[in-house]
């Protein structure tokens, strides 16, 4: 797996990760690995794995660091993971990020891209966001289809994510700093830890990411 382009993107809430992340899998030929999106296809195809993470979900629980990252696993043997992947959500704690070290190997995660953007920007942006339940398209509160309320990709319901309320907002940034942050440090001293001005322009963010890539030979 060393020879596979490694990304782990971390940042806060309403950083602009998974934005990136769907711009760079593009731009890589890489797949973009949303541990949000492995749990609910995993618990949709009722694989054994997501069986067991559905029991955890029914009875209300977080699910454990060790069923993230069996999920993980699963997602890059996939074919389409040959090449690489951008890991978003992934990692979250360092129990993740270890178990992660262990899967891959010391040279396995390529770059740690750390998205940088102050709290009140991403306070507002978490705010104004509208998502379609069916596709999952994210739009702003004054896009056409979020005033509708109708996706104009899928005709799906745009809506306001429960967890997008200024008290669970506030909930998930304090817990973003409890137990995300100390990845930061984690990766700074292997090396691996860039940070990524994110108060820019999407256009820039990416350009910015790709200079880093450049520079460090990735590419």
């Known amino acids: 797996m060393s020879n596979r382009l490694v990304l782990v993107v971390l940042g806060k809430q309403g950083a602009g990760k998974g934005t990136q992340c769907a711009r760079l899998s593009e731009r890589y030929h890489i797949p973009h690995v949303s541990t949000g999106d492995i749990l609910r296809a995993a618990v949709k195809a009722g694989t054994p794995v997501g069986v067991e993470v559905k029991e955890v ?5 977080l699910v454990s660091d060790d069923l993230i990252m069996r999920l993980i696993e699963e997602r890059l043997s996939e074919s389409d993971a040959v090449a690489g992947a951008l890991l978003d959500g992934c990692t979250r704690t360092l129990g993740q990020a270890e178990a992660l070290e262990n899967l891959l190997g010391p040279t396995g995660v390529s770059l740690v891209l750390n998205i940088d953007v102050p709290t009140e920007l ?13 596709c999952g398209t994210i739009y702003t509160d004054t896009d056409v289809s979020a005033v509708s309320g109708t996706c104009e990709k899928c005709g799906g319901d745009v809506v306001q994510r429960a967890d997008d309320t200024p008290e669970a907002i506030a909930t998930r940034l304090a817990a973003y700093e409890r137990d995300t942050r100390p990845l930061l440090d ?4 292997r090396g691996l830890l860039v940070d990524v001005d994110g108060d820019q322009s999407v256009d820039a963010v990416s350009d910015a990411i ?10």
């Not at 984690?186 to 001293?189: E, I, Q, R, V």
């Not at 790709?210 to 590419?219: A, F, P, T």
């Open 57 to 61: 979900l029914d009875r209300g629980e």
């Open 122 to 134: 991403v306070t507002k942006r978490l705010s104004a966001r509208r998502v379609c339940q069916e």
């Open 186 to 189: 984690f990766y700074a001293a």
């Open 210 to 219: 790709h200079q880093v890539l450049v520079e460090r030979g990735l590419l």
